[in-house]
T-cell receptor
């Protein structure tokens, strides 16, 4: 069975601080996909990134970066120089080898609060 | 602008009552999904449909029903059999019949509460 653990229920930091959101996953598949989504106060989830299990290269997109480590089954998300607009709930998700949306397993989410 | 519209934003249900949540998309997406979100919990899949007139149960389908008579619409009915319906319900859609997690577009959700 697949499982995604986001141990941090809520994180509060002051604007401009760096913050890392942790994600640990469990799967028996050798091929799988990992995702991060952002849920702002408006409610809809917004896709941020997908990572394939066979690609451990870290990725940077502006202030966002992701660290994928198969050895520790982790896919952590770092926001550098955080801004108030980054305040949201962030979900990590795992999909099996098909990569289909019907096979997504979500973590419980981390509520990130950026204080001005 | 293309997108997914969920209505109403807030909905109240009386004991023993069925209620229907609306989800409409004008993205010409083939697949549509309903998720349930409880406070401090991740999203759980209720039902999904990859093509008109066909749908499949997700992980927590008991107490819910759906229909897919039109490509644009995928309403969810919360029946009286659902004993704990209070939750935030999210509708999503994606391209193709073999969608991937990165192709999911979400609506802004409906908060259902029991009176």
């Amino acid at each position: 069975a697949q499982k995604v653990t986001q141990a941090q229920t809520e994180i509060s930091v002051v604007e401009k601080e760096d913050v890392t959101l942790d994600c640990v996953y469990e799967t028996r598949d050798t091929t799988y996909y990992l995702f991060w989504y952002k849920q702002p106060p408006s409610g809809e989830l917004v896709f941020l990134i997908r990572r394939n299990s066979f690609d451990e290269q870290n990725e940077i997109s502006g202030r966002y970066s992701w660290n994928f480590q198969k050895s520790t089954s982790s896919f952590n998300f770092t926001i550098t120089a955080s801004q108030v607009v980054d305040s949201a709930v962030y979900f990590c998700a795992l999909s099996d080898s098909g990569g289909g949306a019907d096979g997504l397993t979500f973590g419980k989410g981390t509520h990130l609060i950026i204080q001005p | 602008d293309g997108g997914i519209t969920q209505s109403p934003k807030y909905l109240f249900r009386k004991e023993g009552q069925n209620v229907t949540l609306s989800c409409e998309q004008n993205l010409n997406h083939d697949a549509m999904y309903w998720y349930r979100q409880d406070p401090g919990q991740g999203l759980r899949l209720i039902y999904y449909s990859q093509i008109v007139n066909d749908f499949q149960k997700g992980d927590i389908a008991e107490g819910y029903s759906v229909s897919r008579e039109k490509k644009e619409s995928f309403p969810l009915t919360v029946t009286s059999a659902q004993k704990n319906p209070t939750a935030f319900y999210l509708c999503a859609s994606s391209r193709g019949t073999a969608p991937r997690g990165e192709n999911l577009f979400f609506g802004s959700g409906t908060q259902l509460s029991v009176l």
